[in-house]
């Protein structure tokens, strides 16, 4: 019998766990995973240096729909800039430091995916 497809969850958490490995291999170090608000989640809090990075992780199967990054769309993009001002207030620590908002674009096998890392996709200014 072959293995059944892993559920929806079960795919997110393998990619989002691949994804967190890959970019520690970069030299990022966690701060916080699911970070989450009333108006949404940032997926990963990382920091690089002294600048606190909101990763957003998406995977697609295949790019037939526009691929992962393309997913984030301007709604999205304003609940995770929502969602990140409110893990600052949180962190005061953090409040002043830089921050970027990064997107990774996994595609491919969820348990060992291909990773497009997409620095600074966008700006919390911008929303």
Not at 39 to 56: K, N, P, S, Y
Not at 60 to 85: E, M, P, Q, T
């Amino acid at each position: 019998m072959a293995h059944a497809e892993p559920d929806r969850r079960a795919r997110g958490d393998a990619v989002e766990a691949a994804a967190l490995a890959w970019l520690q291999k970069q030299g990022l170090r966690l701060l916080a995973r699911n970070a989450s608000a009333r108006i949404g989640e940032v997926d990963l809090v990382m920091a690089e240096g002294a600048t606190v990075v909101f990763v957003e992780v998406r995977y697609r199967a295949s790019d037939a729909f526009g691929g992962s990054a393309a997913s984030v769309d301007a709604g999205k993009r304003r609940k995770l800039v929502g969602a990140a001002r409110l893990y600052l207030a949180r962190h005061p620590r953090h409040a002043d430091a830089p921050c970027r908002f990064d997107v990774i674009a996994a595609s491919g096998d969820p348990r060992a995916p291909h990773i497009d890392w997409l620095r600074d996709a966008f700006r919390a200014d911008d929303h």
